[in-house]
C-alpha cells in the first residue's frame, strides 16, 4: 500500500522553495511508493500585509540570497519591485489540480522559479500568465480561466481551511504561525499516512526527517539508492536544478557534492545528453 503525502506549501515561500530538492529526492528514492496531494497554504491575499511589516523589495531580496547561499536554489539578485501577496497563484495551482497532481506540480514549480528569479510582483496577472503559458503539457487556458471560477475558489479556501487544522506534533516543534490570525501550518509541511496511521513532518525538516517518516510506516518500501544525474536525470523530463541533482546523487547523511555534479551536468551537455537552461543564480538542467 503506498504512502500517501500531504504537501502544504505555497508558491511564494522560500523556505518552501528551498525544500524542492527534499521533494525530489523523496520522488527519485520511492516512486510511486508515495502518492503526493499538494494543499495551498495562501500566505497572503494582499501585498500590504508584508508592506506594513517594514518589507522592501530590497530586503526581500537580500534575504533571497541568504537562501541561495544557504540551500542552494536558484534566486535573483534583483531587487524586487515590491512584495506581493501569494493567493493568485495558489489559485493557478487549484485550478491547475483539476487536471491532476502532475499538472499542478508543473505549473507550481514553474510559478516558485520565476517567483524566486523574476523581481517583477506574481500577484500581477500580467506576470503570471505566461509562466503558465510556458509549461508544457497542461491546458493553460483553463488553467487561467479557473481564476474567475467559484469551484476552484471554494477549493482553494479548502486548502486553507485544511492547513489551518493543526495536528499536535506541528504545535509541539514550533512549526505553525498566525500571521493572519489563524494558526497554521508553516510551509513545507509534510504529512505522511497509511491508513489510520499518520507522522507529521511540519515546517522546515532535513530530508532525513522524511526518510525516518517513511521507514516507521512502511520500511519494506521499495527505494532507489543514489545516482549520478545520467541515470536521475531522464526520470525527471522537467528538469532539475544543480542542488537537486547533487542531493539525489548523495548517499545517506553525506554532504551533496555539488562541485562534482555540476562537472558532470556539463559533460553531458558537451555530449548532447542533457540541456541546460539558465535560471537565475544557477540552471535548469534537462534530458536531452
Not at 79 to 87: D, F, M, S, V
Not at 170 to 175: D, E, L, P, Y
Request: glycine residues 8%.
Amino acid at each position: 500500500m503506498p504512502i500517501e503525502v500531504v504537501h502544504y506549501t505555497d508558491p511564494g515561500c522560500p523556505w518552501a522553495y528551498s525544500a524542492e530538492p527534499f521533494v525530489r529526492a523523496l520522488e527519485w528514492r520511492y516512486g510511486d511508493g508515495l502518492v503526493w496531494r499538494t494543499a495551498m497554504i495562501g500566505l497572503a491575499e494582499d501585498p500590504q500585509r508584508y508592506v506594513d511589516l517594514g518589507y522592501t523589495g530590497a530586503l526581500m531580496t537580500q534575504w533571497h540570497i541568504e537562501f541561495r547561499d544557504r540551500f542552494g536554489m536558484p534566486f535573483s539578485t534583483a531587487p524586487r519591485e515590491r512584495p506581493a501577496a501569494t493567493g493568485p497563484a495558489c489559485r493557478l495551482v487549484v485550478s491547475a489540480r483539476r487536471q491532476g497532481h502532475e499538472a499542478a506540480d508543473a505549473v507550481l514549480r514553474a510559478l516558485r522559479f520565476s517567483w524566486f528569479t523574476d523581481p517583477r510582483p506574481h500577484d500581477d496577472l500580467e506576470v503570471l500568465e505566461p509562466v503558465v503559458r510556458a509549461v508544457p503539457g497542461i491546458d493553460a487556458d483553463a488553467v487561467l480561466a479557473g481564476l474567475g471560477d467559484p469551484a476552484v475558489e471554494e477549493a482553494y479556501l479548502s486548502d486553507k481551511r485544511e492547513s489551518r487544522t493543526i495536528l499536535p506534533p506541528a504545535a509541539a516543534q514550533g512549526k505553525t504561525a498566525t500571521t493572519d490570525g489563524e494558526e497554521r501550518y508553516t510551509a513545507p509541511s509534510l504529512t505522511f499516512a497509511v491508513g489510520d496511521r499518520m507522522l507529521v513532518a511540519a515546517g522546515w525538516q532535513p530530508l532525513a526527517a522524511y526518510d525516518v517518516c517513511v521507514a516507521n510506516l512502511d520500511p519494506d518500501l521499495p527505494q532507489r539508492g543514489p545516482a549520478g544525474p545520467a541515470e536521475s536525470l531522464p526520470a525527471f523530463p522537467r528538469g532539475l536544478t544543480t542542488y537537486e541533482l547533487a542531493l539525489i546523487a548523495a548517499g545517506r547523511n553525506d554532504e551533496p557534492d555539488r562541485a562534482a555534479v555540476e562537472a558532470e551536468l556539463v559533460q553531458l551537455a558537451a555530449d548532447g545528453r542533457a540541456r541546460r537552461v539558465p535560471l537565475g543564480s544557477d540552471a535548469l538542467w534537462l534530458p536531452a
